[in-house]
Every structure is written in structure tokens, then in C-alpha cells.
């Protein structure tokens, strides 16, 4: 039976710094440290009055404002941003970007993982890459009612207009927010026939603590903690105490989910209607 033993369990706030131009960096998750196959994590303090560019990325890039500000800026495609909190950019190979840092210091979470293969990505395109923020983002809300999320990068999820939100399955991942008592369902994820290995899986914790739950045994986490999930381990993650506020991550969006407890809501997710008064329209994940 798998336990808190098969997973990693990394606290951000512990990891080793390096110093750089831009101001300091480290690193979370990668295939040495946490044994993730198609992700790197970086954690990044880009110190007030410098600047952090991505010039003309090779992979692809999922840069998340964690701590921002009103004067700090993201540069991408010819317009400037504010750096606030829930900002950030998905860039595509070949496209750039600039954060610069203004008053204060910027706190981003880095991602990187390869372009994946064209099974993967099932007809997709692939880009361009694009800006966001909390505010344009759509809000989901789970069946129980005790969780939300904000997907900032994701296939599947279509934006008002049809569109999809995200051109590409290299990467999904979003903001979660549980209210207190929220859960997961018991889970696992699997690999696919396409991508065999299966998705590497990350949890970030921002505000709240949580409990994370492997087979009978588990683990109180607090915020800054990383946990990441080798494909087939089954998982469950609480609110503990209060709200909890996490970022999650699944490189490549190839993935089984086997949900194992008896969860009669399971994962269907709603998005929020857009008008006082609409129905609930169920997201479809496929």
C-alpha cells in the first residue's frame, strides 16, 4: 500500500537560494529533486528595481505571480501588465517576456516542460502563448461547493467567446481554493497511451494549511510546501483549520483520473454562471 513515503515533500521556504542577476532563484521540483520527468519548478525573487527576462524560450514557460504589486510590470508581445498577484504569461518555443519589479520585490513560480509529442497534444496547435490574470479568468466551483479553481492554463477550458483558453496540453494548471472542510476526492492519475509515464503532478500551497492524505497515513502542510505525485500514487488533500489556497500543475495534460473513494459528487466542476439567474454550465474535462 502506498504511503506519505511515496511522495515528495519539499519545503520552498527551506530550499537553498542561488543568486542571480535578477535576484535569487530556486529550484523546487526537477527530475533529480523530485524525480518529475517533463517539469522543472523554479521559485524566483526578482528583487525591487531589476528585471527577470525569458528570451526567445526553447521549452515551454508558465510564469505565476505569487507576491506582485501595482508598479511591477510584465512585458509580452508588445504591451506591458501589471504584476499583480494571480498575473503571469504562458509563453510557447520561440516567444519572450520580461518581469520587471518596481517598489517592491516580485515572488514568481516558474514552470517548464517540454513540448510534448504529437499524441499528446491530439490536433492541437499549440500557441500562440498569452497574458493573464485572476480577473479574466473563469471560476469554477466544484458539485460539493467546497472548492474553486481559476485554470490558468488548460485545454479544455473554453473561454466565453468558445475559444479555448489554452492552445496547447503541455501543461494545466490553476489556482485551487478550498473553503474550510474542503476536500478532494481519494485518487490517482495514470498514464495514457500517448503519454505512458504519465503526468507529473504538483501541488503548491500559498495561504492556509492543509493535510495530505497517501493510503492510511498523512501529512499537515503548511504554506511554501510543494508536494509532488509520482503517476498511480492515490492522494487526498484537506483544508486543515481554515481555508487553504494552492497552486496545481500536470505536465503533460495526458492523464487518467481513477477517483477511489465514494464520492458521489466525484470531480464535476461547474463554471460560475455569467449572469444572475443562469444555470450552471458543467465543464467538460475531455
Known amino acids: 500500500m502506498a504511503t506519505i513515503n511515496d511522495i515528495s515533500i519539499i519545503d520552498s521556504n527551506a530550499a537553498e537560494a542561488t543568486q542571480v542577476d535578477s535576484g535569487s532563484e530556486r529550484t523546487l521540483c526537477s527530475p533529480s529533486l523530485c524525480g518529475s520527468k517533463n517539469l522543472t519548478i523554479f521559485g524566483r525573487t526578482i528583487s525591487s528595481e ?18 506582485g504589486s501595482t508598479d ?25 517576456a520580461r518581469f520587471e519589479a518596481v517598489g517592491s520585490n516580485l515572488e514568481l513560480l516558474h514552470m517548464i516542460t517540454p513540448k510534448p509529442p ?30 474553486i479553481r481559476r485554470f490558468c492554463a488548460e485545454s479544455s477550458v ?43 503532478h504538483v501541488y503548491m500551497t500559498f495561504k492556509g494549511r492543509g493535510r495530505v492524505e497517501v493510503g492510511e497515513t498523512s501529512q499537515e502542510i503548511e504554506p511554501g510546501t510543494l508536494l509532488y505525485f509520482p503517476p498511480g500514487v ?4 484537506h483544508s486543515h483549520g481554515g481555508t487553504l489556497d494552492y497552486f496545481e500543475i500536470q505536465a503533460w495534460r495526458s492523464f487518467k483520473t481513477i477517483v477511489m473513494s465514494e464520492e458521489p459528487l466525484g470531480l464535476r466542476w461547474y463554471y460560475d ?3 444572475p439567474g443562469e444555470d450552471p454550465v458543467e465543464w467538460n474535462q475531455s
Do not use: C, W
Open 50 to 67: 531589476r528585471q527577470f527576462n525569458l528570451e526567445l524560450v526553447k521549452d515551454y514557460h508558465l510564469v505565476y505571480v505569487m507576491e
Open 118 to 147: 504529437a499524441g499528446v497534444e491530439e490536433g492541437l496547435l499549440g500557441g500562440p502563448g498569452y497574458f493573464f490574470n485572476r480577473a479574466t479568468l473563469r471560476r469554477l466551483s466544484d458539485a460539493s461547493g467546497g472548492r
Open 72 to 96: 511591477g510590470l510584465i512585458h509580452f508581445d508588445g504591451e506591458a501588465h501589471v504584476a499583480e498577484e494571480g498575473a503571469g504569461v504562458l509563453l510557447q518555443p520561440g516567444e519572450s
Open 158 to 200: 473554453e473561454l466565453l467567446d468558445g475559444s479555448r483558453l489554452t492552445p496547447t496540453n503541455a501543461i494545466q494548471a490553476g489556482e485551487m481554493h478550498y473553503a474550510e472542510g474542503g476536500s478532494s476526492p481519494y485518487h490517482r492519475h495514470e498514464g495514457t497511451d500517448v503519454n505512458p509515464d504519465g503526468a507529473a
Open 273 to 275: 454562471p455569467v449572469a
Open 234 to 237: 492515490p492522494h487526498r488533500l
